[in-house]
Structures are given as C-alpha cells and as structure tokens.
C-alpha cells in the first residue's frame, strides 16, 4: 500500500511540476523587479515624492483635489484616488473616458496638501510595466489571471507531494545531506531537494498569495453581488447622479463614522469598487497590518450623506492581506531582501529540476535510490 501511495504522489508532483515549470520560472523572473519597484522608481528617477513642506501643513481640500485631477484631463471621468501609507502627502488619481472604462485610462499625482499636479505619468509604458502585466496577467487580462492561478495551484499541489515524497527518499540519509563525493548528478539532485525545503515555506504563501491575487477581479464581484448589492437596496431604480457632492464632506462623514482610521482609497460613482449612487471611502487603520485592511463606508454621492458601513467578507480581507504580503511589502527594504533571497533560490530550485529532469528522461534509474523516490524527486521536477 506504501509504494501505491508513493507511486500516485509522484505522478501528482511529475505532472503537476512539470506543468507549471516554466511559468513559475517566468513569474519569478518578472516579480524580482517587481519587489524592488519604488527603489527602481527612484533610481530610474520615475518615482515622484511630495516635495518637502513644514509637517504641520494641512491637508488641502478633497474637492481642491478632484478639481485638480479633472484639469489636468479635460473630459475624463474620476475613478479613484489612493494614497499610500508611506506617502500620505500624495494623491493617485485614475481617470478614465468613463466611470467603468478599464481602456484608456490615465494617471495624475497630487500633492495632497498644496492640491497641485506633480506629475502625470504614463502607467502602460516602461520596463516595469512590462513586468508587471508578464506577472499579473501575461497581457491577457482575466483569461490570463485565471490562467496563471490555475498554475499557482499546480505549484502547491507541486510543494506538498514534494514533502511527501521527500521523507521516503531521505529516510537512510540525515535531513539536508547532499552527497558531494558521488555523481554530479546526485549531487546536484541533493541540492535541488535541500533548496526546495529551505524555500517551502516562503513558496508556498507566496504560491498561495499569488493564485489569491488572480481571482481579484471575480472576488471583487462577489462581494458587490453578496454586500454592496444589498447596502444600495433603496437606490434601486433611482436615476444616477450627474453632479456629485462634495467629496471632502463625504471623507468627513467617513472619518466619523470610522474614528480610528484614515482615508486611504476612494472610489466614485459606477466604479467597479463603488455603487452607482454613492462614494465609496475605505477607511485604513494605521499599524503595518491594519494600514492593508479597509473598511468601506458608502456614502451618498449627491447630497453627500452617510449611507452604511460593514465589515467586508472573510474573502476581501483574505485578498487585501495577500496583495502586499505577495510581494514582501509589509517590513520595508529588509524584507525585501529576504523575498529576493528566496526568490533567487527557488529560481535554482525551478531551474535545476529541469535540468535534472531532461537529464533523466530516457535514462535508467540512478542505483541505489528507492524507485518511487526518485520518481518524485528527480522527474517530478
């Protein structure tokens, strides 16, 4: 019954490893930079900061700052602002040629304090966007999330029949040998097998975060149908506004309504974050956690009244979590060095278990290694 249960753990991580290889390869490649991306921002000089001011300069206006965003593109729709919680002195405007236009969107940083423009970069152009869409969606959008998150499953399904697998074959051997006075083969194989459980942890919750990550767009929807639907239930019917309110009342009402936290997102009306009759304000708490997990407040677009606030489901929580713990960005530069690290090693993990098994396929068995084993080790990977 053992080597039954052997044999069926290797065909799982053969196959499963075998398929996902080279786009994990591909992801690795590309999400490298990715961590690095405000460093590279900087050094590339693409990164803009708020210019220096005394730090008790208030805060302008919300609507000083909307009207700044819709200046700088005559004709476009706001869609969002976001402002990160390193840089609370600068303000993300998207504005598209409509509220839920996802094409021909455009970007527009304010400074949040002076509402003035500070830049207006272009988001679909540079090595970094490159990158970016290579990892997220490989240029194909939800097809292509969907795509990518069915590998990250084959990868974990990978990484678990892996440890399985692993026991059997280092039973007569102490945990993390590599044997370097026999075959290179062996050796590298050693190696191989050591860097993947040195890199287990970190890939499996980077694995996990990413396929997470993918079903974005379907969670999202989910939570509007099962949550959002409900909190707009007496707007049904009702036309769409054509003249917003005033959004620095609604984050005023937001920020009473949510005392101990602070604006970090907002979303207009007919965005896919948003109803089509109210602002949506996500409130932030302000620890390193926290500061990743929001509370929506809807608030009445046009007479700028509070509307409802809930608790977002288990999913979006699991989704907002997941997007910065993905890419190492909850402990500053440190952490990211450590992502790095990891991801350089899984890279020679990734690499060499392909090298390992072109190198076996069509050849016997090395001697000496239990048969289910070696399957699982060697041309699983």
């Given at each position: 019954?053992?080597?039954l249960?052997?044999?069926?753990w290797?065909?799982?991580?053969k196959?499963?490893?075998?398929i996902?290889t080279?786009f994990?390869?591909?992801?690795?490649?590309?999400?490298?930079p990715?961590?690095?991306?405000?460093?590279?921002?900087h050094?590339?000089?693409?990164?803009?900061?708020?210019?220096?001011?005394?730090?008790?300069?208030?805060?302008?206006?919300?609507d000083?700052?909307?009207?700044?965003?819709?200046?700088?593109e005559?004709?476009?729709?706001?869609?969002?602002?976001?402002q990160?919680a390193?840089?609370?002195?600068l303000?993300?405007a998207t504005?598209g040629?409509d509220?839920a236009?996802?094409?021909?969107?455009?970007?527009?940083?304010?400074?949040?304090?002076t509402?003035?423009?500070?830049?207006?970069?272009?988001?679909?152009e540079?090595?970094?966007?490159?990158m970016?869409r290579?990892?997220?969606d490989?240029f194909?959008?939800l097809p292509?999330?969907?795509?990518l998150?069915?590998?990250?499953v084959?990868?974990?399904a990978?990484?678990v029949?892996?440890?399985?697998?692993?026991?059997?074959?280092?039973?007569?051997?102490?945990?993390?040998?590599?044997?370097?006075?026999?075959?290179?083969?062996?050796?590298w194989?050693?190696?191989?097998?050591?860097?993947?459980m040195?890199?287990?942890?970190?890939?499996?919750?980077?694995?996990?975060?990413?396929?997470?990550?993918?079903?974005?767009?379907?969670l999202?929807?989910?939570?509007?149908?099962e949550q959002v639907?409900?909190?707009v239930?007496p707007?049904q019917?009702?036309?769409?506004?054509?003249?917003?309110g005033s959004?620095?009342?609604?984050?005023?009402?937001?920020?009473?309504?949510?005392?101990d936290?602070?604006l970090?997102f907002?979303a207009?009306?007919?965005?896919?974050?948003?109803?089509?009759?109210?602002y949506?304000?996500?409130?932030?708490?302000q620890t390193p956690?926290?500061?990743?997990?929001?509370?929506?407040?809807?608030?009445?677009?046009?007479?700028?009244?509070f509307s409802?606030s809930?608790?977002?489901p288990?999913?979006?929580?699991?989704?907002?979590?997941?997007?910065?713990l993905?890419?190492?960005?909850?402990?500053?530069?440190?952490?990211?060095?450590?992502?790095a690290?990891?991801?350089?090693?899984?890279l020679?993990?990734l690499?060499?278990?392909?090298?390992?098994?072109?190198?076996?396929?069509?050849?016997?068995?090395a001697p000496?290694l239990?048969s289910?084993?070696?399957?699982?080790?060697?041309?699983?990977?």
């Amino acid at each position: 019954m053992q080597a039954l249960a052997l044999r069926r753990w290797t065909w799982v991580h053969k196959w499963s490893s075998l398929i996902c290889t080279v786009f994990m390869l591909l992801l690795c490649l590309t999400g490298l930079p990715l961590i690095f991306h405000h460093e590279i921002g900087h050094w590339l000089g693409t990164e803009v900061e708020a210019p220096p001011l005394p730090s008790d300069t208030p805060m302008a206006s919300l609507d000083r700052v909307v009207a700044a965003a819709l200046a700088a593109e005559p004709g476009m729709a706001l869609q969002y602002l976001f402002q990160e919680a390193e840089e609370p002195a600068l303000w993300h405007a998207t504005l598209g040629p409509d509220a839920a236009a996802t094409e021909g969107t455009r970007q527009v940083l304010i400074d949040a304090r002076t509402a003035q423009i500070l830049a207006q970069p272009k988001p679909d152009e540079g090595l970094m966007y490159l990158m970016f869409r290579l990892h997220v969606d490989l240029f194909a959008d939800l097809p292509g999330k969907l795509f990518l998150g069915a590998m990250g499953v084959l990868l974990l399904a990978a990484l678990v029949s892996g440890v399985v697998l692993y026991g059997p074959f280092m039973r007569k051997l102490d945990f993390g040998t590599v044997r370097r006075q026999r075959s290179r083969r062996l050796y590298w194989l050693d190696q191989h097998n050591l860097l993947g459980m040195v890199t287990l942890v970190w890939a499996l919750v980077v694995g996990g975060t990413g396929v997470i990550n993918t079903w974005a767009d379907l969670l999202i929807k989910l939570w509007q149908v099962e949550q959002v639907s409900a909190m707009v239930a007496p707007y049904q019917g009702q036309a769409r506004p054509k003249q917003l309110g005033s959004l620095q009342q609604a984050a005023e009402l937001a920020r009473a309504a949510e005392p101990d936290k602070q604006l970090g997102f907002v979303a207009f009306p007919g965005t896919m974050m948003a109803s089509p009759y109210h602002y949506a304000l996500f409130m932030r708490g302000q620890t390193p956690l926290s500061a990743r997990l929001y509370q929506p407040v809807l608030v009445d677009a046009r007479h700028a009244q509070f509307s409802t606030s809930r608790e977002p489901p288990w999913y979006i929580t699991a989704l907002l979590i997941s997007q910065p713990l993905h890419f190492g960005d909850y402990g500053g530069l440190p952490l990211k060095i450590i992502w790095a690290v990891l991801d350089l090693l899984t890279l020679v993990v990734l690499g060499s278990g392909l090298v390992l098994w072109w190198g076996k396929h069509g050849r016997a068995r090395a001697p000496g290694l239990p048969s289910a084993a070696t399957l699982g080790t060697e041309g699983g990977r």
